[in-house]
């Protein structure tokens, strides 16, 4: 077995051990984690993830995908600023429409 390592920053990452680890979930039925280049030259990894029919009713799908992050940006109150994340959103989506038309 071929063993496939993945640096991230500094540190050597398995992407298949990542995998493994988002199965174990009990709502995971299935995941594959790559290293992607970032903008600013650095190596992630992202993680595409099925989630069980069981556990998700049709009708509710992330269809957008989900993005893992170290903190939720909040208001003084606590309440989550959605605008922020909806611009990095459009920022994305522009990079793909430029690149691909």
């Known amino acids: 077995m071929k063993m496939c390592m993945t ?3 500094v540190v050597q ?3 298949d051990e990542l ?3 988002l199965m174990s979930h009990k709502a995971v039925d299935d995941a594959v984690v790559v290293g992607i280049n970032n903008r600013i030259g ?3 990894l992202r993680a595409y993830v099925v989630i069980k029919q069981e556990n998700n009713p049709g ?3 992330l269809e957008g995908g989900v993005e893992f992050v170290d903190c939720i940006h909040t208001t003084i109150i ?3 600023v959605r605008k922020y994340y909806r611009n990095i959103v ?3 989506l522009s990079v793909i429409f ?3 038309g």
């Open 13 to 15: 990452i398995d992407p």
């Open 19 to 21: 995998a493994k680890f």
């Open 90 to 92: 459009n920022s994305d």
């Open 7 to 9: 640096k991230c920053n």
């Open 42 to 44: 650095l190596h992630w």
């Open 78 to 80: 606590g309440n989550s």
């Open 98 to 100: 430029e690149k691909f």
């Open 59 to 61: 009708y509710k799908h």
